[in-house]
């Protein structure tokens, strides 16, 4: 069965304490993974989209990178602006979307 | 530059009653979809579009309908509303590129049943 599956399910860092973010996944015929953040009361913003094993993308203090089972969201030196929950999701050879649950990301300052 | 729209953005509904949650995109998208998300579960997918005149089952359809009449509109309707609806609904599009389409998410409607 196609799963998708995020670590930790919640993440407290102290303002500047680097971490990373994980999504691991069991997915036949792979069109893309895909991150995404969202704030409380508002809906996912679409972060960044990976193809194929290898393929790292940034912005800002956030890096994504994809391996054949899994992907990592790093997070360099966060602020506290950066907490939100960070959604996974992956696209099989469909049009339709797996979502993992998500890891809540609280940043202290 | 609105992207998708949903309205409205909380409702309170008795058992039994029904609703259309209105979803709406100026980005010219053919695809369109509604999620539900609830509390430690994933987005599921309810219902999708892939241009006006077609629509599609997702994971959760069961107790609701939805109509493409237009590229912009794809209203989302509760008929006999039940506690097990009460949700967080997400509207969203995406581009005809399939490979490459993000989705682009409305902020969504908190639906109560009670």
């Known amino acids: 069965e196609d799963q998708v599956t995020q670590s930790p399910e919640a993440l407290r860092l102290q303002e500047g304490e680097s971490s990373s973010l994980n999504c691991s996944y069991t997915v036949s015929g792979l069109r893309g993974l895909f991150w995404y953040r969202q704030d409380p009361g508002k809906g996912p913003e679409f972060l960044f989209t990976l193809y194929s094993a290898g393929e790292e993308k940034e912005k800002e203090r956030l890096k994504a990178t994809l391996t054949k089972k899994e992907s990592f969201l790093h997070i360099t030196a966060p602020k506290p602006e950066d907490s939100a929950t960070y959604l996974c999701?992956?696209?099989?050879?469909?049009?339709?979307?797996?979502f993992g649950t998500g890891t809540r990301l609280q940043v202290f300052p | 530059n609105a992207g998708v729209t949903q309205t409205p953005k909380f409702r309170i509904l008795k058992i039994g009653q029904s609703m259309t949650l209105q979803c709406a995109q100026d980005m010219n998208h053919n695809y369109m979809y509604w999620y539900r998300q609830d509390p430690g579960m994933g987005l599921k997918l309810i219902y999708y579009?892939?241009?006006?005149?077609?629509?599609d089952k997702g994971e959760v359809p069961n107790g609701y309908n939805v109509s493409r009449s237009t590229t912009e509109d794809f209203p989302l309707r509760l008929e006999l509303a039940a506690p097990s609806q009460t949700s967080v609904y997400f509207c969203?599009?995406?581009?005809?590129?399939?490979?490459?389409?993000?989705?682009?998410f409305g902020n969504g409607t908190r639906l109560t049943v009670t």
């Open positions: 969203a599009s995406s581009s005809s590129d399939r490979e490459r389409g993000p989705l682009h």
């Open positions: 999701a992956v696209r099989r050879n469909t049009d339709k979307l797996i």
């Open positions: 579009s892939v241009g006006a005149g077609i629509t």
